[in-house]
Structure formats: C-alpha cells, structure tokens
C-alpha cells in the first residue's frame, strides 16, 4: 500500500514557475514507477511525465516537454514536478500516481493503482 499527498500548488502568472512535491507512505517507495497527471475541467485526466523506479528513465508528454521535469528522491520517498515557462493551458488539478509496473502503458491512468488527492494549479494570462 501507497499513499500520496501532493503539495506546491498555487496561482503563477504566464512564464512563471511552480515546484510540485509527492511525499510517499511505505518503504517499498523506491520499487514503484511514479507519474504526474493533471485534469482540467471538463477534461479527461492526461499524462503529463513519469520516473522509473531508479530515477534514471524519465518521460514526457510532448505538450511539457522542455518545460517540465520530473526527479525523485528514494531516501525521502518524495517525486517532484518542476514546471518552468508556464501557460494558461497548464491550468489543471496536477496527481500524482503510483504502480509497480506499467510496460509501455504508462501514460495510462488505468495502470496506476494508487493516487494522490491533487493539488490545483493556476496560470493566469
């Protein structure tokens, strides 16, 4: 079992920057593959990026590629989102999601087993 509890989220003008935190339960923290998602309203939830378990493979969606990057830190079970040169269309409540494995399929929700309840970010133009 994993819990997650996102943090960092906030009101940023355009251009802007925000630091994402997940803080993970459990000591198995490092033998899961972690992502973030994000949903708008009226939006289906979409892959933003995810770590593999070693921290040494990272992936992107091609909307966030070159502004976003996503690292983690075993020792303190924790998985960061760093958003820089922020857009309106950034605008999204941003989770953070765990599973054990996830093959080519990781930019599926449906593979992440454990979520974090969100945490709101908002671009303003």
């Known amino acids: 079992q994993v819990q997650l509890v996102e943090s960092g989220g906030g009101a940023v003008q355009a251009g802007g920057s925000l630091r994402l935190s997940c803080a993970a339960s459990g000591r198995t923290f490092g033998s899961y593959v972690m992502a973030w998602f994000r949903q708008a309203p009226g939006k289906e939830r979409e892959f933003v990026a995810d770590?593999?378990?070693?921290?040494?493979?990272?992936y992107y969606a091609d909307s966030v590629k070159g502004r976003f990057s996503i690292s983690r830190d075993n020792a303190k079970n924790t998985v960061y989102l760093q958003m820089s040169t922020l857009k309106p269309e950034d605008t999204a409540v941003y989770y953070c999601?765990?599973?054990?494995?996830?093959?080519?399929?990781?930019?599926?929700?449906?593979?992440?087993?454990?979520w974090g309840q969100g945490t709101q970010v908002t671009v303003s133009s």
């Open positions: 999601a765990a599973t054990v494995q996830c093959g080519v399929s990781c930019y599926s929700p449906a593979v992440y087993n454990y």
């Open positions: 770590v593999t378990w070693s921290g040494d493979n990272t």
